[in-house]
Nanobody
């Protein structure tokens, strides 16, 4: 299973970006999708995540601005980011938990995979 993250780029303060995280492989279902970010010189932090029930947890700094969603049919997770500020600059990474397709009568294994990250730069 591999994750392909995209959608990052340069944006002015107040602007919006939509990040995508495509899950590639023989995937039966996506369970949890999490978005993290890491700014230069800082620790990686959780931005938001959604579970299999699609209920979401969002960090305080992202509430009201960032929204996580999942298109199960497309095996893709999204992070909609609005009203971006310079403090949101960093590498954004997705993490997906799920289950692989079954092989014959054997249920597929569960997986837990990180994407490669996509750079978001917000100019003030």
């Amino acid at each position: 299973v591999q994750l392909q993250a995209s959608g990052g780029g340069f944006v002015q303060a107040g602007g919006s970006l939509r990040l995508s995280c495509v899950v590639r492989g023989r995937v039966f279902e996506i369970d949890d999708v999490g978005w993290y970010r890491q700014a230069p010189g800082k620790l990686r932090e959780l931005v938001t995540e959604t579970s299999r029930s699609r209920s979401a947890y969002t960090a305080d700094f992202a509430k009201g601005r960032f929204t996580v969603s999942v298109d199960d049919a497309r095996k893709t997770g999204y992070l909609q980011m609005n009203n971006l500020g310079s403090q949101d600059t960093g590498v954004y990474l997705c993490k997906v938990d799920g289950q692989l397709d079954s092989v014959g009568d054997v249920a597929g294994e569960y997986f837990d995979v990180w994407g490669q990250g996509t750079q978001v730069t917000v100019s003030s």
